[in-house]
Each structure stands twice: as C-alpha cells, then as structure tokens.
C-alpha cells in the first residue's frame, strides 16, 4: 500500500457548535461544505481536513484519521488481503473512502483524492 500522508483528523464531542466555533475563529480555519458529510468541517492549508461532528457521528469512535493513499481500490485489496474489513466506499465528489478498524481497536479511513487542493487534477505520484 502506498501510504501518501495523512489527510483527515475528526473529533466526535456533545460540544459539537462551541468546538466548530473555536476551530473557525480562534485556530483560523476555513471552513469547507461537502454534500453528505454530517460534521462541520474545515481545510487547512496544506489541504487536508478537520471534521468536528456530533456524539455518534463518526461511529464508535471519538477520532478518527484519514490516510491519504495513490489508489483506494488497491488499499483496499491489501487490507482485506490482511484480514481487515472496511465498509463500501463513500464518494463525495472530492474523495472516495472507506473506513476500517485497526488493532488498537481505533476508527481510520483510507482517502483516496480526486482533485488536489484548489481543484487541480493531482499529478503524478
């Protein structure tokens, strides 16, 4: 698996408006809208994601991490070539990903990207 860098970090709080309001005006974060998505989220500059969702809203887990990789369908493959399972893969127009759970009994996805930040075409990796 080529593993690209990590590019989505989420938190799952009761205090889902008063964290969404310090990550836009106290840490200065943009604030990014995707269909779909139940969680306030917010680009950082080197293009990856926060998600501040509701209790529940990331599943069981109250973070989650996104690992950038070239190609999710090969990810997957070697995943479940591991014995690991993931869920079917979500499409946001931006990105396809699956989520899985790892040894640590922890939630993470898999992102695949379909655009680079500011909607370029990604190059090759």
Do not use: K, W
């Amino acid at each position: 698996m080529r593993v690209l860098g990590i590019c989505f970090a989420g938190t799952s709080t009761a205090q889902r408006g008063p964290m969404a309001a310090f990550v836009g005006s106290v840490l200065g974060l943009e604030a990014r809208e995707l269909d779909g998505v139940e969680a306030d989220l917010f680009e950082l500059r080197d293009g990856s994601t926060f998600a501040v969702a509701s209790p529940q809203g990331m599943g069981d887990s109250e973070r989650s991490l996104g690992f950038l990789v070239a190609d999710l369908d090969e990810a997957v493959a070697e995943l479940a070539a591991a014995g690991v399972t993931t869920d079917e893969p979500h499409d946001n127009g931006v990105e396809r990903y699956v989520h899985f759970t790892a040894p640590d009994g922890h939630l993470y996805e898999l992102v695949e990207r379909r655009t680079a930040p500011g909607g370029r075409t990604p190059g090759p990796r």
